[in-house]
C-alpha cells in the first residue's frame, strides 16, 4: 500500500479506539450538544494557531479549554438553561472563527478540510500527535472511569458520597477537548462529534456493561474508517464524510438486527 493510506489507516483506527470509550460518556451523558459546541469552537482554535503561528491543533486545545471553563461557569450560574448557553457558545465561536479567517487576507487557508477533514494527508507528525495525545486521554480517562461511571449513573449521590462532581465533569469536558484537536484532521471540524456518538450508540444495542460497550464502540469505529477508506478510495470521496457515513450504515444495520431478550 502506498505511504498515504497506511498514515491515513494508522491515523483513523487510532482516533477510532480512542473515541469509542469517550464517546460512550458521550452518550451515557447526552453531551452531544456539548461535543458539538466544542467542535464548532475548533475553527476559531486553528485561526488563533496561524495567528500565534503555533500548530492549528495547540490553538484548537486552547480554545476548546478556554470554552469549557467558561461553560461550567456559565452553568453555575444558572442565568439560561444549558441548551441555549450550548448554542450561543457554538453558533458564535464557529462565526467568530470565520470572521477572523476572513481577516487573514495573506493567509491561504483549506477551509473545506478543517471543516470535513481531509484523512488521506495526515503526515507522520500528525501521527505523532494523534498517538501521544489519545495516549494521555486514554490515560486520563482510565484513572477517572469509575468515578465518571458514578457520577453518570446519579450525580447527587456522587456529590453525597464525596466525589468532586464539578471537577470531575469538567476533566471530561478537557478530555473531549482534546479529542477534538487531536481528530480535526481525520473527519473535520463538522464531523467530529459524529465519530464520537454514531460507534458508541451503534454498539449500545449488543453490550450489558459499560466496559464492553465501549471496547465494541471502539471496534465499530475501526470498522467505519476501514470501510470508509476502502469507499473515499474506491469511488474518489471525500475521506472524513466517508467515514461517518460508514459508520452511520453501522448503526442502521445494527438497528434492524432484533435484541435478544
Not at 464557529?94 to 471543516?115: C, H, I, N, P, Q
Not at 486521554?137 to 466525589?163: C, F, I, K, N, S
Amino acid at each position: 500500500m502506498d505511504d498515504f493510506l497506511i498514515r491515513a489507516l494508522a491515523a483513523g483506527c487510532g482516533i477510532a479506539v480512542l473515541a469509542g470509550p469517550l464517546g460512550s460518556f458521550v452518550v451515557w451523558r447526552r453531551m452531544a450538544y456539548f461535543g458539538d459546541t466544542l467542535s464548532h469552537s475548533a475553527l476559531l482554535g486553528v485561526t488563533l494557531g496561524f495567528l500565534l503561528g503555533v500548530n492549528p491543533m495547540i490553538g484548537v486545545m486552547v480554545v476548546c479549554v478556554a470554552l469549557a471553563l467558561a461553560l461550567v461557569g456559565l452553568q453555575r450560574r444558572r442565568t439560561l438553561a444549558a441548551d441555549t448557553v450550548l448554542g450561543i457558545l457554538s453558533h458564535g465561536s464557529l462565526s467568530l472563527g470565520l470572521v477572523a479567517l476572513a481577516f487573514l487576507e495573506t493567509l491561504r487557508v483549506d477551509l473545506m478540510a478543517y471543516l470535513f477533514g481531509d484523512i488521506l494527508s495526515v503526515t507522520a507528525n500528525d501521527l505523532v500527535w494523534i498517538y501521544s495525545g489519545g495516549a494521555v486521554a486514554l490515560t486520563g480517562l482510565a484513572l477517572l472511569w469509575r468515578r465518571l461511571l458514578a457520577v453518570t449513573v446519579d450525580e447527587d449521590l456522587a456529590r453525597v458520597e464525596g466525589m468532586p462532581v464539578d471537577a470531575l465533569r469538567l476533566a471530561f469536558m478537557l478530555l473531549i477537548a482534546l479529542v477534538i484537536a487531536i481528530a480535526m484532521k481525520i473527519v473535520g471540524i463538522l464531523l467530529i462529534t459524529s465519530l464520537l456518538i454514531i460507534p458508541a450508540a451503534a454498539a449500545r444495542r449488543f453490550t450489558r456493561t459499560p466496559e464492553s460497550m465501549a471496547a465494541l464502540a471502539s471496534v465499530f469505529g475501526v470498522v467505519a474508517v476501514v470501510a470508509g477508506l476502502l469507499a473515499s478510495l474506491t469511488w474518489d470521496l471525500p475521506g472524513g464524510p466517508s467515514v461517518v457515513v460508514a459508520a452511520a450504515s453501522l448503526f442502521l444495520i445494527g438497528s434492524l438486527v432484533p435484541m435478544r431478550g
